[in-house]
């Protein structure tokens, strides 16, 4: 199939390799100059805008954006002149589910099609395969079948109908908005993955402080057993050593492991840990639905909090105790 990029970030640049190398023709846009070039030395059709970009595809038009959320509407309104009847936009970013039903409207006004896909893989993705969760109508799901299949895993076929693709690596989830909700929760969950190895590992790291010297003071709840905890503990070997036959195995496993060994003290990160909107909005639907999520929502925090988020709230807590019983904060 032909299709155009629109957006040649980290993914989206891997996914026109992953299709050239399937035998897709790819057109290529994006900002930076330098990116459309890299692409077109690699046998992609370079495209200087967008309106360039639609000229160089064939109808029925297939245009696949990889590109923020935030930036969505403004490229599907520079889009929608340029296209016709039975064309698709294909949206790959990590848009709200809300927003793809009003996206869809608004196209399907002028006969364009709108197909929502949440895409994981990240960098890795161009040799691994990339997951993706489709939503939109059956039909056009259907019609951009070679791409999926090209881009996903891969894998045999299996499974009942409709679900005989989900071993292959991809799933038409249902009708518009479907496949960003999936993902939306998918990321949601990823978010308590990752937590719970960061918790647990630094259970681990601070195993050994029965062997540090003791603070008596008013301020210092004391180590009721110090003997206890005299343990120092390798965590790059202990990574490592779960990724094979542990319950606990898991690609993320994996990469923490990589990065215990390249860097055991992980110096390289300041630990302020970014949300792109996924986990927020896992947690509204949650709260729209009246069901519990207490751990993502406790991952989710946890991230605010790593950017400064509870610097105010925890003055707050010693303006009290201080209050109270003149509880002096430690230096």
């Not at 996903?152 to 991809?170: E, L, N």
């Not at 990589?258 to 949300?275: E, I, M, N, R, Y």
Request: charged share 20%; net charge neutral.
């Amino acid at each position: 199939m032909q299709m155009g990029m629109v957006g040649l970030g980290r993914m989206g640049a891997n996914m026109v390799r992953r299709l050239m190398r399937g035998g897709h023709a790819c057109v290529a846009y994006d900002r930076s100059a330098e990116a459309v070039s890299a692409l077109g030395r690699e046998g992609a059709t370079g495209a200087g805008s967008l309106a360039d970009l639609a000229k160089r595809l064939a109808p029925p038009r297939v245009v696949w954006m990889m590109v923020p959320a935030a930036v969505v509407d403004d490229v599907i309104a520079e889009l929608m002149p340029l296209l016709g009847n039975d064309d698709t936009i294909v949206d790959g970013g990590n848009s709200h589910h809300a927003d793809d039903l009003a996206r869809a409207a608004r196209l399907a006004a002028r006969g364009i099609q709108y197909v929502d896909v949440g895409v994981s893989g990240g960098v890795w993705g161009l040799d691994r395969g990339f997951c993706l969760m489709i939503g939109g109508a059956a039909p056009v799901v259907a019609r951009l079948a070679p791409l999926f299949d090209t881009l996903a895993p891969g894998g045999a076929a299996g499974g009942p109908a409709p679900h005989a693709t989900a071993s292959r690596g991809y799933l038409h989830c249902g009708p518009t908005g479907a496949g960003h909700f999936v993902k939306m929760v998918h990321n949601g969950i990823e978010y308590g993955l990752m937590a719970a190895y960061a918790e647990g590992l630094n259970v681990l790291r601070h195993a050994g402080a029965g062997a540090a010297a003791g603070t008596s003071d008013a301020e210092t709840a004391p180590l009721r057993d110090p003997g206890r905890y005299r343990y120092d503990f390798d965590l790059a070997a202990i990574t490592e050593v779960w990724r094979h036959g542990s319950v606990v195995s898991s690609w993320l496993l994996d990469l923490t492991a990589a990065a215990f060994a390249k860097d055991p003290a992980l110096s390289t990160f300041a630990g302020q840990v970014s949300d792109s909107g996924e986990g927020r909005w896992t947690l509204q639907a949650a709260n729209d639905l009246g069901v519990p999520a207490h751990v993502l929502a406790a991952a989710l925090f946890e991230r605010f909090a790593s950017r400064g988020g509870h610097d105010f709230q925890n003055r707050v807590l010693s303006a009290m105790r201080f209050g109270f019983g003149g509880h002096l904060e430690k230096r």
